[in-house]
C-alpha cells in the first residue's frame, strides 16, 4: 500500500520495497551488476522503478476511462518539450523522500542520478512547454486527455560555443534508450501520402474521388506516461514514429536489387527523424508538412478506432466524445484530414461532415506576427495531399458563400478571408483554414486575444466574435516550483502547509510574512544558495567566475530579434563605458546571465550571441571594471538548464517590443520563484503586473497604442540615435571591430546596420533611453535588501493565477465542455 499517497497500489513504497525494486530492475531488466554498475545504469533502475509504479495507476485511468466511454480531449501538437522525467514523476507519486532514502541505502546519491538523464527536448521553446505544463495539469486535475505529437529520434539540436559563435550538433537523446517509452505495435496505423485523385463510379453507383497511387507510411506509437501530482490518474502522451510501410519494393528486390529494396525503407523511417529547430515558421519545406500530415493522420486514426470501439453506435456521439485542441496551426492539417475520412471513408454527406468537425476542433493561436503565420504553395500541397487539397477549397467554397451572405457583392471581404491566397504562387492559409474548421479560436493573453480578434482576424472576428476568447497562458508550480527550487519550497510549505502545489491560491497566504525580517532573510538566503548553485554552473560551462552576492540579471529565452536581447547588450555597453568614463563609478555590482538558441538558419540571431559572447569576453577580462559587471553565455539552453537558472535569478528580464510577445511563459516561472521583473506592458507582462501591483514591478518602453503610433507616424531610429549621446556611442561601438580585434573586419556591423539603416524593426532605439532609466531603478531598489526581499516575495504569493492548472480548468470549463473523473 502507498504510504504517500491516498491512492491504493500494490506495489509497495516503504524505503526497502524500492530498495528491492532498484536492485531487481538493475538485475533482471537491464542486466547490470550492482558492483559494475555505471550512474546511467543506475538512473535507468530507479526510473524503471518509479514506472512500475506509474504503470499501476495507468492501468486503472485507462481502464476507467474506458469502461465509462468518457469525453476526452485531444491535445494535438508538433512539440511536447517534456524536459527530465524521473524527478518529476517521483514527485508527482509522493516517493521522493523515500526514494532518496533507498538511493542513499545503496550507497548512490539521488542529485547526482538525475543528472544522467538527457532532457526530452522534443520542441523548440514556449509553445513545446506550455504542451508539457498542460498534460502536468490535466493529469493532476483528473481530466482525460490524450497528448498525440512525433517520437523525434532527435531532438533541439545541442549547442555549444566555439570562440563564441553558436554550433549545432544533433540531439541523439534516445542513444542509452528511454525508459520511460512503452512501444505499442498493436496500434499501428498505416497512413497515406502523395499519389493522385481519380474519379471512379463506386458500388453504390455514385460518380466518387478516389485517391489512388498513393505511397503508404506506418506509424508505430510511443507511449510516455504522465503521471498526475497528489492523484491516481495517469495520462498519456502518444509519439508516432515513422517506419517503411512495405518490408522491400518487390520488384526491385526480384530484379536482384536485394540491398537497394532494404535501403528504399529510409525514406518512411525519415519522417520522425528531427524535430525543425525554428521558432518561427520556416516556409515550404515538403518533409515538415510530411510530418504534419503523418502525426495528424496516425492520431485522428487511433482516436476514430478508440471511438468506435467505445461508441459502437455511429457517428452522432462523435463530437460529445472528442475534443480535439490544435496547439497553433501546425496539426491544423487535421480539419482537412477529419474531412476527407467521413466523407470519403465513411460516406456521410457533406453537410453532416462539416457538422461534425467544426464541433471537434479548437485552436490556440501562439503569435501576431503575419510573417509567421504558416502557409503552403498550393503546388506543393496538391502534390504532397492532393485530395486534402481539394477538399480545402470545396470547405473555401462554403466559406466563400457565408461571405457572400455576410458581405453581398463584396469581394475584397473575400480575398482577405479566403483560405487560399490568390498570388503568384497561390498559398494555403493554415490560419484561416484553422479559423474556419474550428469552434474555438484563443489567444494565450488578454492583450494577445484583443490584438488578435482587433489586428490578426478583425474580419473573421465581425463574421464570428463568439468563436475568439481568451486562455492565458500558465506554468505547472510542480516543476516550476516544487521540484526546480526545493529550498523555498520547503521554506513556504513550512509557514502555510503542503497543499499549495495543488492549489495554488494558497501562496496569498504568504504575504502575511512579506514585511516579517526573518522571513525575509530565509527568503534571501534561499535566493543566495541558489546564487551559489548556479555560480558554480557559470564556471564550470563558462569559465567565469562571479560573485552570488551581485544581482543575478537574467534572460533566457529564444534568441530573436522581437525579444530584443540587443537591447539588453546596449544596457550592458552603457554600464562598461560609463564604469570606463567614470573609474569611481558605485552602481550595484551584476551578473548579466544569458541564454539562448538561435534558429540555424537565422544569421542575425548568431550575430547577436556572438555579439554578446565577444563584449563579455572583454567585460570579464577587463581589471578596470572590477568586477562590478560580469556577462556570461550559458550554452545549450534547455528545460533541465532553466530548472537551475530560474531559482537563482534575481531580475527577469522581459523586454519585447509591445505587441510582438504573445504570452511568454518564463516570465511568470522566474516570478513564482522571486525575481522582479523588468519589462514592457507586452504579453502575459501585462497581467503579471496586475497581480503583483505596481510596485512590485519595473516597467518601461511604449506601449501597443505608442508603437503603433509611432510607426504611423513613420518611424526613424536615427532620430533617437542623434539625439542620445550615449546611445550613438555604444550603437556605434557594437558596430566596431573593437570588440572582435581577432577577426574578420565587420562581422558585428549588421547589428548596427538593423538598428539604423534596417530600420530598426522592433523599436530597439525608442525605448533605449526608459530602459536605461528603469535599470537605474532596479540598481538602487537592490541596495535596499528588506524592501527588495518584500518585493520579491510578493511576487511569489501573487502569481497563483499563472499555474497551468487555472488555464486547463478554462479549457476544460469553457471550450472542451469536459468533466474530472477522479481514479
Ligand atoms: C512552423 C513551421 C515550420 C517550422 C517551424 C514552425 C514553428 C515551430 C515552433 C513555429 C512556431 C513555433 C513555436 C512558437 C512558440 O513557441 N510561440 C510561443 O508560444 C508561447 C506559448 O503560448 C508563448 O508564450 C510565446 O509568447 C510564443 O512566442
Redesign the pocket.
Known amino acids: 500500500m502507498s504510504s504517500t499517497s491516498e491512492f491504493q497500489t500494490t506495489l509497495d513504497n516503504s524505503v526497502s520495497a524500492l530498495k528491492e525494486s532498484i536492485l531487481q530492475n538493475l538485475t533482471y531488466r537491464l542486466a547490470r551488476f550492482p558492483n559494475r554498475a555505471t550512474k546511467r545504469d543506475w538512473m535507468l533502475a530507479v526510473s524503471y522503478t518509479a514506472r512500475d509504479r506509474i504503470l499501476e495507476r495507468l492501468q486503472a485511468t485507462q481502464s476507467t476511462h474506458q469502461k465509462n466511454k468518457v469525453r476526452r480531449v485531444y491535445y494535438l501538437s508538433l512539440?511536447f518539450l517534456m524536459g527530465r522525467m524521473l524527478s518529476n514523476g517521483l514527485y508527482n507519486l509522493g516517493i521522493f523522500d523515500n526514494l532518496t532514502k533507498a538511493v542513499e541505502e545503496l550507497g548512490l546519491n539521488l542529485e547526482e542520478l538525475r543528472n544522467e538523464e538527457n532532457d526530452m527536448g522534443l520542441g523548440?521553446?514556449?509553445?513545446?512547454r506550455?504542451a508539457a505544463c498542460f498534460l502536468d495539469s490535466l493529469a493532476t486535475l483528473d481530466y482525460p486527455a490524450i497528448g498525440y505529437g512525433i517520437y523525434y529520434e532527435y531532438g533541439l539540436f545541442r549547442q555549444e560555443f566555439v570562440n563564441g559563435y553558436q554550433i549545432e550538433h544533433p540531439d541523439n537523446w534516445l542513444k542509452f534508450g528511454n525508459p520511460w517509452e512503452i512501444v505499442r505495435p498493436e496500434y499501428i496505423q498505416t497512413i497515406e501520402m502523395y499519389g493522385e485523385v481519380e474519379y471512379i463510379f463506386d458500388d453504390l453507383g455514385n460518380y466518387r474521388p478516389k485517391w489512388v497511387n498513393s505511397k503508404k507510411v506506418m506509424g508505430v506509437p510511443y507511449d510516455i506516461p504522465v503521471p498526475g501530482y497528489d492523484t491516481g490518474t495517469v495520462i498519456l502522451l502518444r509519439l508516432w514514429r515513422s517506419r517503411a510501410f512495405e518490408e522491400f519494393n518487390l520488384e526491385t528486390f526480384n530484379q536482384g536489387g536485394y540491398v537497394e529494396a532494404v535501403r528504399e525503407k529510409s525514406i518512411g523511417e525519415s519522417i520522425s527523424k528531427v524535430l525543425?529547430p525554428?521558432?518561427?515558421?520556416?516556409n515550404g519545406k515538403e518533409l515538415?508538412l510530411v510530418q504534419q500530415y503523418f502525426f495528424v493522420s496516425c492520431s485522428l486514426r487511433d482516436i476514430i478506432r478508440r471511438f468506435k470501439a467505445e461508441n459502437p453506435g455511429g457517428w452522432e456521439l462523435f463530437s460529445s466524445k472528442v475534443a480535439v485542441q490544435l496547439n497553433?496551426t501546425?496539426p491544423a492539417i487535421a480539419i482537412a484530414e477529419l474531412s476527407r475520412i467521413l466523407y470519403d471513408e465513411e460516406n456521410l454527406s457533406w453537410e453532416k461532415t462539416w457538422e461534425i468537425v467544426t464541433q471537434t476542433f479548437a485552436y490556440t493561436n501562439?503569435?501576431l506576427m503575419p510573417e509567421?503565420l504558416?502557409k503552403w504553395s498550393v503546388d506543393l500541397f496538391g502534390r504532397v495531399l492532393p485530395r486534402h487539397l481539394q477538399i480545402i477549397f470545396e470547405i473555401n467554397k462554403h466559406h466563400m458563400e457565408q461571405i457572400e451572405r455576410h458581405w453581398p457583392g463584396d469581394n475584397e471581404k473575400k480575398r482577405i478571408l479566403s483560405i487560399i491566397e490568390e498570388g503568384h504562387p497561390k498559398m494555403v492559409r493554415m490560419a484561416h483554414l484553422a479559423v474556419v474548421g474550428s469552434y474555438s479560436v484563443n489567444g494565450?493573453a488578454a492583450i494577445h486575444t484583443e490584438l488578435l480578434k482587433k489586428t490578426l482576424f478583425p474580419e473573421f472576428f465581425e463574421l464570428n466574435p463568439t468563436k475568439f476568447n481568451n486562455k492565458t497562458?500558465g506554468i505547472t508550480p510542480r516543476r516550476w516550483l516544487q521540484a526546480c527550487n526545493p529550498l523555498l519550497s520547503n521554506l513556504i510549505s513550512s509557514k502555510i502547509g503542503k497543499s499549495w502545489p495543488k492549489n495554488i491560491d494558497e501562496l496569498k497566504k504568504l504575504e502575511a510574512f512579506a514585511e516579517d525580517a526573518e522571513f525575509q532573510k530565509e527568503f534571501m538566503r534561499i535566493k543566495f544558495e541558489n546564487k551559489k548553485r548556479l555560480s558554480a554552473i557559470i564556471e564550470k560551462d563558462c569559465g567565469v567566475t562571479v560573485d552570488p552576492s551581485a544581482l543575478f540579471d537574467v534572460q533566457i529565452k529564444r534568441l530573436h530579434e522581437y525579444k530584443r536581447q540587443q537591447l539588453n547588450l546596449l544596457h550592458i555597453l552603457t554600464l562598461y563605458r560609463r564604469i570606463i568614463q567614470n573609474p569611481n563609478l558605485d552602481i550595484q555590482p551584476r551578473v548579466f546571465i544569458f541564454a539562448a538558441k538561435a534558429a540555424p538558419g537565422y544569421d542575425m540571431a548568431k550575430t547577436i550571441i556572438k555579439a554578446i559572447n565577444a563584449v563579455g569576453e572583454k567585460i570579464n577580462n577587463d581589471p578596470r571594471v572590477e568586477n562590478r559587471i560580469k556577462v556570461v553565455f550559458l550554452p545549450n539552453y534547455r528545460v533541465s538548464l532553466a530548472q537551475r537558472i530560474i531559482p537563482a535569478a534575481d531580475l527577469s528580464e522581459q523586454i519585447s517590443t509591445a505587441g510582438t510577445?504573445?504570452?511568454?511563459?518564463g516570465n511568470m516561472k522566474l516570478a513564482l520563484n522571486g525575481a522582479l521583473t523588468i519589462g514592457t506592458l507586452d504579453?502575459a507582462n501585462i497581467e503579471i503586473k496586475e497581480e503583483v501591483g505596481d510596485e512590485n514591478i519595473f516597467i518601461f518602453g511604449h506601449t501597443v497604442d505608442e508603437v503603433e503610433e509611432i510607426r504611423k507616424k513613420g518611424y526613424n531610429s536615427f532620430d533617437y540615435y542623434h539625439a542620445n549621446e550615449e546611445l550613438k556611442a555604444v550603437v556605434d561601438w557594437i558596430g566596431s571591430n573593437y570588440f572582435t580585434p581577432d577577426e574578420h573586419s565587420g562581422i558585428l556591423a549588421p547589428l548596427r546596420w538593423s538598428l539604423l539603416e534596417g530600420g530598426d524593426r522592433y523599436l530597439v532605439l525608442a525605448d533605449y533611453a526608459q530602459y536605461i532609466e528603469c535599470q537605474e531603478k532596479v540598481g538602487v531598489a537592490y541596495r535596499n535588501h528588506a524592501a527588495w526581499a518584500k518585493m520579491a516575495i510578493l511576487n511569489t504569493a501573487r502569481v497563483g493565477k499563472f499555474s497551468s492548472d487555472r488555464t486547463i480548468h478554462e479549457y476544460a470549463r469553457n471550450t472542451w465542455k469536459l468533466s474530472q473523473v477522479p481514479i
Not at 523548440?124 to 513545446?128: S, T, V
Not at 525554428?278 to 520556416?282: F, G, I, L, Q, S
Open positions: 512539440e523548440n521553446g514556449g509553445l513545446g506550455l525543425y525554428n521558432d518561427k515558421t520556416e515538415r497553433d501546425h501562439h503569435t509567421a504558416e494565450v497562458n510577445e504573445a504570452s511568454g511563459t504579453g
